[in-house]
């Protein structure tokens, strides 16, 4: 074989060790972009300043409530949540810590909510969807007592106390 022969053998061999190297790097550099780029709020909490219907489930996952969320609904700057006590009947500090998380998510971190109705619920025996009622609140943007009152729901016991019962307008199924 002549040199221009071997010349363009080893010419070929090194364009494909090249073309090889180089298609190993791409999906590393992949991951790196991907890695820089931002992840979408499904996987990361974003702060969320007003309540939609489009951001509602990553509002209340965001919230890391202890009660299960039976249901969430979200109209007209109403937002109703129902809770499920079935596992933690009489539970009430359980209750109020929820019903703190969601009363800071509605006037501390969004602008659009003006009232807030929780119910507390337990399934029927029958093991079906229906629910029947144990508590239910109801808190408004407009109540003088929440500016300064807020943060101490967590801590507040409506079943005893008449004066926490009345600021929450909150009733219980006996």
């Known amino acids: 074989m002549n040199m221009t022969v071997w010349k363009r053998l080893f010419g070929a061999a090194g364009a494909a060790l090249a073309v090889t190297a180089l298609l190993t790097l791409l999906p590393i550099a992949e ?5 820089s ?13 007003k309540l939609e219907t489009r951001n509602l489930v990553d509002s ?8 299960p969320i039976r249901k969430a609904d979200w109209k007209e700057g109403v937002l109703s949540v129902d809770l499920a006590v079935d596992g ?10 929820d019903l703190q998380q969601l009363t800071e998510l509605a ?3 969004t602008s659009n909510v003006h009232r807030l109705l929780v119910r507390f619920v337990k399934a029927d025996i029958g093991g079906g969807r229906r629910t029947s009622m144990q508590a239910a609140a109801d808190i408004r943007r407009t109540d003088d007592w929440l500016a300064s009152k807020l943060t101490e729901i967590g801590g507040a016991r409506p079943d005893l106390d008449s004066v926490w019962r009345e600021r929450l307008r909150m009733s219980f199924v006996r």
């Open 31 to 35: 991951r790196r972009m991907n890695n």
């Open 107 to 109: 006037y501390v971190q």
């Open 37 to 49: 780029q931002e992840g979408i709020a499904v996987f990361r909490t974003s702060p969320i300043h």
């Open 60 to 67: 209340m996952i965001a919230q890391q409530l202890k009660l």
């Open 88 to 97: 933690v009947p009489g539970r009430v500090d359980l209750w109020m810590h």
